[in-house]
């Protein structure tokens, strides 16, 4: 069965600081998708990245960052210099035939 | 890349009432799929909407509550029959556009209040 966790519900952090969002998934294929999505006020889902199973490469975007350990089921999302336009809440998806499985998300807050 | 177009984006239904929701893509695409999305909550798979048979419903999910259709490969509708407060939520659509690039394309979501 697939499913995804999200452990950290809230983090505040002050402008300028990083942040790490942390996600943590399970399933039993060995072909599969993980995702990233931001969910701002507004209420519309962001895509922010993609990365199947077999590309363990981290990737770096901007402020952005994502590092992906299958060893600890992990796919962790990195904000570097975090804004005030960085709150939102984040979801980390996995999906292994075109249906998602949705972390709870993090609710991320940026004070200035 | 696929564009979906939703509607409506929102409405408020009085409770025992039925509303559908459609989700219309510009493109053919391969699977199409309908989330719910409770206030503060994360998003949860409803069903997938299979082109030409019965949709596919996840667990706690009922046909007779969520009938979908699908009669072609750019179009769904979901209905959300005899509702109550609790079915107030968001409700998205998703489309796979293909097996091999599984990137999935999301509605801008319906969002319904039953009062």
């Known amino acids: 069965a697939q499913k995804v966790t999200q452990a950290q519900t809230e983090i505040s952090v002050v402008e300028k600081e990083d942040v790490t969002l942390d996600c943590v998934y399970e399933t039993r294929d060995t072909t599969y998708y993980l995702f990233w999505y931001k969910q701002p006020p507004s209420g519309e889902l962001v895509f922010l990245i993609r990365r199947n199973s077999f590309d363990e490469q981290n990737e770096i975007s901007g402020r952005y960052s994502w590092n992906f350990q299958k060893s600890t089921s992990s796919f962790n999302f990195t904000i570097t210099a975090s804004q005030v336009v960085d709150s939102a809440v984040y979801f980390c998806?996995?999906?292994?035939?075109?249906?998602?499985?949705f972390g709870a998300g993090t609710r991320l807050t940026v004070k200035p | 890349s696929a564009v979906i177009s939703q509607k409506p984006s929102r409405d408020i239904c009085q409770r025992g009432t039925s509303l559908t929701i459609q989700c219309q893509v510009d493109s053919q695409v391969t699977m199409m799929f309908w989330y719910r999305q409770q206030p503060g909550q994360s998003l949860t798979l409803i069903a997938t909407a299979n082109q030409g048979s019965e949709a596919t419903y996840e667990s706690g999910f009922v046909i007779d509550k969520f009938p979908i259709s699908r009669p072609n490969l750019t179009f769904s509708t979901l209905t959300v029959s005899n509702m109550s407060p609790e079915d107030s939520s968001i409700y998205l659509c998703?489309?796979?556009?293909?097996?091999?690039?599984?990137?999935?394309?999301f509605g801008q979501g319906t969002r319904l209040t039953v009062v």
């Open positions: 998806a996995l999906s292994e035939a075109g249906d998602m499985r």
């Open positions: 998703s489309v796979v556009v293909d097996r091999v690039n599984t990137e999935a394309f």
